[in-house]
Antibody
Framework: EVQLVESGGGLVQPGGSLRLSCAAS????????MNWVRQAPGKGLEWVSY????????YYADSVKGRFTISRDNAKNSLYLQMNSLRAEDTAVYYC??????WGQGTLVTVSS | DVVMTQSPLSLPVTLGQPASISCRSS???????????LNWFQQRPGQSPRRLIY???NRDSGVPDRFSGSGSGTDFTLKISRVEAEDVGVYYC?????????FGQGTKVEIK
């Protein structure tokens, strides 16, 4: 069974940092592109970042460029999102998705003082 | 950025009746490889999104055949031939042709 399990969310003060993880199982993780998508409370979906299967190609939404860093460890079947200089507007549920077909359950990030 | 505009934003439907959601892009979604990277996602209340349709009209595995996608260029449609109770939720189109990838605002489908 395919599983994507996000972790690392929580409450953080503005200007703080968090590192999200996405643990993959049940499929050949190293063969799939991965994305982070977020959803602010009561709002729609927003694409955040993309990483190719090898990790050699990376893209970010303008709203997070320079503050967030996506990475992956294919040996550990894991995807990461390092989030720095967090702002109130980064408050959202963060989902990882593999190839847009498989999605995790999401992890909530709340940026508030 | 490519703007994806969905209509309507709210769609009350009667069980067993058809439903249709429009999605228009501010630029053509035809990629240089000839493909059109337009996806449709369903998000049921309290759940993660689920892809229904990829490349305009291809249904994902396990998606009921009452769901269909069509369109070309900048104009796309998701149709539900006969709405069932489990179809309640928010539907999003998303373009994967131009960076940054962008979603529509979402269309909330509810039962009358």
């Amino acid at each position: 069974e395919v599983q994507l399990v996000e972790s690392g969310g929580g409450l953080v003060q503005p200007g703080g940092s968090l590192r999200l993880s996405c643990a993959a199982s049940g499929f050949t993780f190293s063969s799939y592109e991965m994305n982070w998508v977020r959803q602010a409370p009561g709002k729609g979906l927003e694409w955040v970042s993309y990483i190719s299967s090898s990790g050699s190609t990376i893209y970010y939404a303008d709203s997070v460029k320079g503050r967030f860093t996506i990475s992956r460890d294919n040996a550990k079947n894991s995807l990461y999102l390092q989030m720095n200089s967090l702002r109130a507007e980064d408050t959202a549920v963060y989902y990882c998705s593999s190839g847009w077909y498989w999605w995790g359950q999401g992890t909530l990030v709340t940026v508030s003082s | 950025d490519v703007v994806m505009t969905q209509s309507p934003l709210s769609l009350p439907v009667t069980l067993g009746q058809p439903a249709s959601i429009s999605c228009r892009s501010s630029q053509s979604l035809v990629y240089s490889d000839g493909n059109t990277y337009l996806n449709w996602f369903q998000q049921r209340p309290g759940q993660s999104p689920r892809r229904l349709i990829y490349k305009v009209s291809n249904r994902d595995s396990g998606v009921p055949d009452r769901f269909s996608g069509s369109g070309s260029g900048t104009d796309f449609t998701l149709k539900i031939s006969r709405v069932e109770a489990e179809d309640v939720g928010v539907y999003y189109c998303m373009q994967g042709t131009h960076w940054p990838w962008t979603f529509g605002q979402g269309t909330k489908v509810e039962i009358k």
